[in-house]
């Protein structure tokens, strides 16, 4: 499939895109592959005023026939899944299986809110009263504003918009500037659903393509009481006390910095495969990379030369090969970073193999690299900033509680995982003294969380949880309701209160 039928059949015409003065550029190889027109801050402002228009409606439209766009959405995606796939390939250069992988997440949100849209449970609550009824009740909450990264292009922007659709909320959506195209398909596969269902309202879904200006006027913006943003914690600290100064709410989903610890009794073989895919799949640019390994020194000469070996084996190349396990970075800015944090390891005696840019026939301009693991020696050595990139530091620990106090001292907590076939240490990491992070495994490494689970992190990560559990609930407003079917009028907590 050429780059244009891939479009093609997203229902996006190759010549429509190169009218406009963003450059979307594929990682694989450099070349430009769109040109695209970008908002400015009028027709921001028209996008957002048409979204809060179709809200108005949509709210009042029952959920369970929400659920019926969000059911259409998830047949137009299986029926591309493998056109999208490919462009997310293409634009943020993370190989096939795991552009599909990211449409297959998409499709499972889908089904997901589905069934949601039939249970968008409120409670009863006994009230203090006689002859009274307490409810609590979820409404819809407004437009959603959802602000994605380049290394999650499609998925994340699912995750929220499932939901948010079912909720009664329309969209507003601003992708990161390197990924905009993976955006306008999503946005025509929406339109078909739309339009199979029939009166869904004009202004349900906008796009708004363009650089930080954009964001930065949807940030802004009263009439969007919930913005959603994934990307840096440097991102997340600009965006959060904005949307607090005028009372917006956020949903944050920042850096990681993600670690496993494998203890004695773990299951080596198991321990390899995932740390391999966690440390090195989307070639790092996971916020759930594996980025920490901390190995107990009972295991740590054994494991190690394993680790070195499967990494010699990862195939670098074109994303779009079916061989190839490691794509490119997402551009220049990314290699000089993982360099420079190299750089700094190196300078505190860590020892190194792997890293430094490697070539890829036709692919010159793509900016590849052979995945690292630095080995730290000091007795309390430890990372405290992401780099993303496939960076692996490793550390020996002496003990559980070693490695704990060490994997819970970073500013970051999204995912973490241990290995281990002791069911104490097992449940003393899982528990209230054990990882500090939003997601924690058992034999798992730390990437590819199933959308089933609350999605979300601690501390810098920023605190949102995204895709399923209850985090709907972000998505909606409650209402606590009292009504008094009696003929008296009790007042709570017992006060009188009666004109003589
Ligand atoms: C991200 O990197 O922004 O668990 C999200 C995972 C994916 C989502 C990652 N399901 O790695």
């Known amino acids: 499939m050429t780059a244009v039928q891939i479009l093609a059949d997203l229902g996006l015409h190759a010549a429509d895109l190169q009218k406009g003065t963003l450059a979307v550029t594929s990682p694989i190889d450099g070349a430009v592959i769109a040109r695209l027109p970008e908002d400015d801050a009028a027709s921001v402002d028209a996008k957002i005023a048409r979204a809060q228009k179709a809200f108005d409606s949509w709210r009042l439209v029952p959920a369970p026939k929400r659920g019926e766009l969000v059911r259409l959405l998830g047949e137009e995606l299986r029926a591309r899944k493998e056109a999208l796939g490919r462009l997310v390939t293409l634009e943020c250069g993370k190989i096939l299986q795991e552009g599909l992988g990211e449409v297959q997440e998409m499709i499972d949100i889908c089904d997901f809110a589905v069934g949601l849209s039939r249970q968008l449970y409120g409670l009863t609550i006994a009230s203090e009263r006689p002859g009274h009824r307490m409810t609590e009740t979820w409404h819809p909450l407004g437009p959603v504003g959802i602000i994605s990264a380049f290394n999650f292009p499609v998925a994340v922007w699912s995750w929220n918009a499932a939901l948010a659709l079912v909720c009664g909320d329309s969209l507003i959506w601003k992708p990161s500037e390197k990924t905009p195209l993976t955006a306008l398909a999503c946005q025509k596969l929406l339109a078909r659903a739309m339009a199979r269902f029939g009166d869904a309202p004009e202004g349900l879904s906008e796009l708004l393509i363009g650089g930080a200006e954009v964001g930065e006027q949807l940030l802004d913006d009263p009439r969007v009481p919930l913005i959603s943003a994934t990307g840096s914690t440097a991102m997340g600290r600009a965006v959060a006390p904005r949307v607090a100064r005028r009372f917006g709410r956020t949903i944050l989903e920042l850096g990681g910095n993600n670690a496993i610890i494998v203890t004695p009794s773990a299951d080596l073989d198991m321990a390899v495969r995932a740390i391999l895919f966690g440390a090195v799949g989307t070639a790092g640019q996971r916020c759930t990379t594996t ?57 505190i005696g860590g020892r190194i193999v792997g890293g430094g840019r490697v070539s890829v026939e036709g692919c010159d301009e793509g900016y590849y690299v052979r995945p690292a693991i630095v080995e730290l020696d000091a007795p309390d050595a430890n990372v405290m900033e992401e780099t993303f990139a496939p960076i692996l530091y490793v550390m020996r620990c002496t003990s559980l509680d070693d490695a704990i106090r060490r994997h819970n001292a970073v500013p970051q907590g999204l995912s973490s995982a241990i290995f281990t076939t002791d069911l ?73 209160f009666d004109a003589p």
Request: charged share 25%; glycine share 12%.
């Open 291 to 347: 980025r920490r390994l901390f190995v107990h020194d009972s295991v740590y000469d054994s494991l190690l030369p394993r680790l070195k070996a499967a990494y010699d084996k990862v195939c670098i190349g074109n994303p779009l090969d079916e061989d190839t396990l490691v794509g490119p970075l997402i551009d220049k800015a990314a290699f000089e970073a993982m360099e420079a944090a190299l750089d700094r390891a190196r300078s």
């Open 424 to 496: 104490r240490e097992a449940e003393r990491f899982l528990s209230a003294a054990g990882s500090d992070c939003g997601i924690a495994n058992v034999n798992i490494g730390t990437s590819g969380a199933e959308i089933g689970g609350a999605f979300g992190g601690e501390k810098e990560t920023g605190g949102g949880r995204e895709s399923g559990s209850d985090a709907w609930k972000a998505y909606m407003r409650r209402q606590t309701a009292t009504v008094n079917y009696s003929t008296d009028l009790p007042l709570a907590q017992g006060i009188v």
